[in-house]
């Protein structure tokens, strides 16, 4: 009998794409199911993009690429990041990865041994767990409430700090809740962070640009611990990427460089055309987002004037990102026929069969009384996805 491993056997499969494919199934079975569960957006990629992709073909970049990237990607990376976040990461501090979540990954992988603690402020993103539970360090989790809109402050990170921390990693605009943290809140986490050099700090900010509040804020924005953070990006969501699969970090290269000694014995540099393709996005000033930013900002008004409407159903101001992130627990004890709602999972479950509406559970992003919702889809689908999603709760009692 085969043996896997027990390092595969202690990792959870991804919610998200487990609820993607249960979606899937039923859709295979003719039924009408609305998926609110991928975070990825509904929009195409500019055609400017795919312009450059075309023409990278034609010109047969084809061939192997330095593994952390082709150079004039990388330097379009580093005057990216001075012209949106005033960051100065030199073309030897960037890794280009196939997809954030590799450059996650070869961070933590660079970073953490076993039994290396790791602070995630919860709701986090799926996968950060995983990657951590992967390398052998310890998650430690701090819940940051709906009360809180979702942050955590420097006086919660400090008290999270044992002798064993390496790492503190967190999302801004935050995937799952939409929250966004502010030049001030991240002052807070800074003035402690700058008290334990040796703690790095991952900031994801791969949704920087779909942000209701305006300006981005980074983390490695501050000077004092600049040389502690590692900033990831990616032309996944704001440049409708997804499938070409391309994330980067920016680092103090010590970091950059363990990153692409790590990547070059798993996957070595992601695809040629999509390195190419992605200069195009890296070159193009964020205004011409502003009308994909337009759309999402009027989607998620919809949705939180639905979710408002739903007796039981609490909701905070997401402001970036494109996910509603609602508190259901006041369903938790209710019935409908063979359905009994103990839990967010119940719930989604419930919704999935009898409304035919995909979520997922909030138990996989750390807080077992939210569900998440996805609104990158158009209007005319969410509008139908509430009607369905009130109709479904108002059943339980």
Sequence with gaps: MIQLSDRL???????????????????????????????????????????????????????????????????????????????????NQIVVSTGAKQSIANVVLSLINEGDEVIIPAPYWVSYLEIVKVAEGVPVVINAGIENDFKITGAQLEAAITPKTKLFMFSTPCNPTGSVYSKEELQDLANVLKKYPHIVALSDEIYEHINFKGKHESLAQFPEIYNQVVTVNGVSKAWAMTGWRLGYIGAPKEIADACDKVQGQFTSATCSITQKAAIAAMKAEPAVLKDMIAAFKSRRELVLNSLNKMPGVITNNPEGAFYVFPDISSFFGKKFGAYTINTAEDLCMYLLEESLVALVSGEAFGDPNCFRISYAASEETLTEAMKRIAEGLAKLS
């Design 9 to 91: 056997m202690a990792m959870e499969e991804s919610a998200t794409i487990a609820m993607s494919r249960k979606s899937r199934e039923l859709k295979a079975q003719g039924k009408d199911v609305i998926s609110l569960s991928l975070g990825e957006p509904d929009f195409f990629t500019p055609q400017f993009i795919k312009d450059a992709a075309v023409e990278a073909m034609n010109n047969n970049f084809t061939m192997y690429t330095p593994v952390p990237g082709y150079d004039d990607l990388r330097e379009s990376i580093s005057l990216k990041f001075k012209r949106d976040n005033n960051l100065d990461y030199a073309k």
